[in-house]
C-alpha cells in the first residue's frame, strides 16, 4: 500500500485500488491528488498483474464533492497563474488518461460526486451508483462553467438534459444518474463493500452478479418538459420557455436560474452548444482556455466566496441580470 497525502492506492486480487482520503472535505480533489492519481495509474497501466481498477471516496457521505475550487479561488486572487494553470491542465490530462485506459476501470459511487468527482469517474466504463449517490455540476453557482469535459459529456446526454444540468446545477439522484447517464449500474450501499471484494477477485464481470433494477425516480416524468424548454438558442429563450411552461417542475428550473450567475449561464450554454460536435480532447481544450478568463471574472470570485467561503448564498453578481451580460465579455471567454 502507498499512501500520498490525501490518495491512498492498494493492490487487492487483480484490482489496483485507489481511495480519494479527504473526507472533511468531501474528498474534493487537488493538485496532488491529480498528480499522485495520473502516476498510479500509468504505473498500472502497464503492470500486467493489475487487470482492473477500483476507485473509491473515503467515508460515507461522497465520492467527491469536485475540485478544491477555494484554493484555486486563492490562487486567483493572487494571481499565481501558474498555480491555477497546472490545476486545470493536469486535471484535464488526467480525464484523458481515464478515457483512453486500456483496462476496466470502476467507480463505486457511494454520496456526493460533482464536479471534478465526476471527472475521475464518466470517462470509465463502469460506474456504479448506490441509493445514496448524488450527481451534480453546480459550477454556474459559483460564477463558473461545467468542466472536465462536461461541453463533451453533458451535450450527449439523453436530450437536453445535458442543458438543464449544465445551467441550472440541479441534482442527479441514485437510480436516475443511470437513466441521465452519469451512472452504469445501480447497487445499494449495503452490497457496495461485497461487490468491491468481488471485482478484485473476479474483475468487473462480477459486476452482473450485484446490479439491482433501477427503482422508481423523476426523471422520467419530466424529460418532455426538459427537452421542450432547453432546447432552446439562447438563455433568455430557455427561460421564456420555462415561464410559458407554468408547472411546479418549471417553477423549480426558474429559481434555480435565478439563482446563478447570469454570466457563466451565458458562456455555459455557448460551450455546451459548441462541444456537441467537438471529440473530448477539442472540448477540454476549449475549456482550458475558458478557464484563462473565467477564473479573473468577478462572478468566479464572488460566487465561490458567497457558496463555500463565508457561505452566506448571497452572491452579488457581476452584471445582476441576463440582460446586461456583455456580449464583448461572454466572445473574450472564447477568443
Known amino acids: 500500500m502507498t499512501t500520498e497525502d490525501s490518495l491512498i492506492t492498494s493492490r487487492n486480487g487483480r484490482a489496483g485500488r485507489i481511495l480519494m482520503n479527504r473526507p472533511k472535505s468531501l ?11 495520473t502516476k498510479i495509474l500509468l504505473q498500472w497501466r502497464d503492470d500486467p498483474a493489475v487487470q482492473l481498477v477500483i476507485v473509491e471516496g473515503a467515508g460515507d457521505r461522497a465520492f467527491c464533492a469536485g475540485g478544491d475550487i477555494v484554493a484555486l479561488r486563492e490562487d486567483a486572487m493572487a494571481d499565481r497563474t501558474d498555480a491555477v494553470e497546472a490545476f486545470f491542465s493536469e486535471e484535464y490530462e488526467l480525464n484523458k488518461l481515464i478515457a483512453a485506459y ?40 459559483i460564477g463558473f462553467f461545467p468542466d472536465i469535459g462536461g461541453a463533451f459529456f453533458l451535450p450527449r446526454l439523453p436530450g437536453e438534459l445535458g442543458s438543464y444540468l449544465g445551467l441550472t446545477g440541479a441534482r442527479v439522484r441514485a437510480a436516475d444518474s443511470v437513466r441521465a447517464g452519469f451512472a452504469t ?24 452478479a450485484f446490479a439491482e433494477a433501477l427503482p422508481a425516480g423523476t426523471l422520467a416524468g419530466e424529460r418532455d418538459a426538459i427537452d421542450r ?8 429563450d430557455i427561460v421564456a420557455r420555462l415561464h410559458a ?12 436560474l435565478n439563482g446563478v450567475s447570469p454570466s457563466a449561464c451565458v458562456w455555459t450554454l455557448r460551450a455546451l452548444r459548441a462541444g456537441a460536435t467537438m471529440t473530448l480532447a477539442e472540448a477540454l481544450a476549449m475549456e482550458l482556455r475558458m478557464t484563462r478568463v473565467i477564473t479573473k471574472h468577478p462572478d468566479f470570485i464572488e460566487g465561490v466566496r458567497a457558496a463555500l467561503v463565508d457561505r452566506d448564498r448571497n452572491p452579488k453578481w457581476t452584471p445582476t441580470s441576463l440582460a446586461a451580460v456583455d456580449p464583448a465579455v461572454i466572445a473574450q471567454v472564447f477568443a
Open 27 to 37: 474528498n474534493a480533489i487537488d493538485l496532488p491528488m491529480i498528480r499522485a492519481m
Open 102 to 141: 486500456p483496462k476496466p476501470y470502476v467507480s463505486l459511487i457511494d454520496g456526493v460526486c460533482m464536479g471534478g468527482g465526476i471527472g475521475v469517474s464518466i470517462y470509465g466504463p463502469y460506474r456504479v451508483a448506490s441509493e445514496h449517490a448524488m450527481f451534480a455540476m453546480p459550477e454556474t453557482i
Open 185 to 208: 449500474h445501480y447497487v445499494p450501499r449495503a452490497r457496495i463493500g461485497e461487490l468491491s471484494l468481488a471485482l478484485a477477485a473476479d474483475g468487473a464481470g462480477a459486476l452482473g
Open 229 to 236: 424548454c432547453f432546447s432552446g438558442n439562447s438563455v433568455p
Open 245 to 256: 411552461e407554468a408547472s411546479d417542475w418549471a417553477s423549480g428550473a426558474l429559481k434555480l
